[in-house]
């Protein structure tokens, strides 16, 4: 065990000096005052070295950190040097990466304790894309996550499948129809009603909750779920099956779900994160070419009705 854990430590910190010595462009750490939560919200932003180089807009993920965790992790646990080489093998367009906290157990929801759900939707994304030059459309949106953040990942795509282009939910802790009976959740705040677990709360918090809205809805998202086969005791591989399941029903070809050796930590992340940016890219890259395609097309038929009906002109 202790074997075990120093090799976690080293690689984390090979990863933390692998993102910030390997990696172009530049991390910015940001911040902005909350109304809704009444409170400064901070968040780190990633800009390519495209960002520096272009005068366009550019496509953004959130990326949703998981339990106890905060707007840094990711970074320091190797993610953007994952997607720089991504970006040079050609198999990822550059993209702004948004890293948000809403504090290490928020559940990215309007629960009990905050409204992190409208904080994000409301006030950060209006507020990043305002500041940065940003996509603003739908196509220019990507939100992923793992662990909490693959359950807020999960939540944010089928609530506003308008916004989403593509999502990815690594190891989401989506406990259905409930946590285990000695499970830390339950005594986490967002949860709670009188200072006790309050399994309706959950359950109306929960993606199982917005199945039948999303079902109706004419907009889907394309969704990627992975989750690592050693994590027996919570049950992950079980949890992820059944959404797979589910979203197979709904949306057949718009969801894949991959199994793959690890347990519920950074490595497994690492492993699983390649292929998860892969599968947003040329989802939202097909979204963004049909948006394309659209408009093109809108401006021909008008051009076309232009020269049929040119404007009548005064004497």
Known sequence: MFLK???SIAVSLFFTFLSVDATAGRAIKDSYQSTVLGRKVEFTVYLPDE?????GKLSAIYLLHGLDGDQNEWLENGTI????TLVKKGVLQPRVVIMPSFGPQSWWVDGAADKAETA?????M???????RLLSDRAGRAVAGWSMGGYGALNLAMKYP?????AAVVAPEIYDPLPAETSAIRRMPQFMTDQAFDPAEWQALNYTARLNAYRSSSIKVPIWIVTGDDDALLGLVPMAAQLYGRLLEIQPGQSELRVINGEL???TVRNALPNALRYINRKCQSDAHRNAAIRTLKHTVAQADALQHPPVRGR
């Not at 960002?51 to 005068?55: I, Q, W």
């Not at 040097?81 to 720089?84: E, L, M, P, S, V």
């Not at 209006?126 to 940065?132: A, I, L, Q, R």
Request: negative net charge; proline residues 3%; charged residues 20%.
């Open 5 to 7: 854990t120093m090799l």
């Open 51 to 55: 960002y520096a180089r272009t005068a």
């Open 81 to 84: 040097g994952i997607f720089n």
């Open 120 to 124: 994000l939707m409301q006030e950060l």
């Open 126 to 132: 209006p507020h990043v894309e305002s500041k940065y």
């Open 162 to 166: 308008d916004r989403f282009c593509g």
């Open 265 to 267: 930590d950074w490595a």
